[in-house]
Nanobody, 126 residues
């Protein structure tokens, strides 16, 4: 069983930055594809980013809606994945979820992930 715990959410003004962290339990973190999703009221959960380590290289996916503003990274030694969010906009406000699945493929589908964190709220004021 893998447990994921997000942190770093909060309230910022438009144009500000936040860094979300997701700490994972377990000793096989490096073999997991890790993703960030977000969900705002009345909307479906959508993928923001995903990162996977193949053992030789890292592959990253960033959604078009946040490209050039958000980046993701992982530290396998710390069992942690990060989401750096810059130039935040009011439309970025949502609950952000960390998710993981044991695969060497870059998975951008919601249904592919077996493990989810509890979510962290991001509020962006205009």
């Amino acid at each position: 069983q893998v447990q994921l715990v997000e942190s770093g959410g909060g309230s910022v003004q438009a144009g500000g930055s936040l860094r979300l962290s997701c700490a994972a339990s377990g000793r096989t973190f490096s073999s997991y594809c890790m993703a960030w999703f977000r969900q705002s009221p009345g909307k479906e959960r959508e993928i923001v980013s995903a990162v996977v380590w193949s053992g030789r290289s890292t592959s990253i996916y960033i959604a078009d809606s946040v490209k050039d503003r958000f980046t993701t990274s992982r530290d396998n030694a710390k069992n942690t994945v990060y989401l750096q969010m810059n130039s935040l906009k009011p439309e970025d406000a949502a609950v952000y979820y960390c998710a993981g699945r044991p695969t060497s493929l870059l998975d951008t589908t919601t249904q592919g992930y077996a493990y989810w964190g509890q979510g962290t709220q991001v509020t962006v004021s205009s």
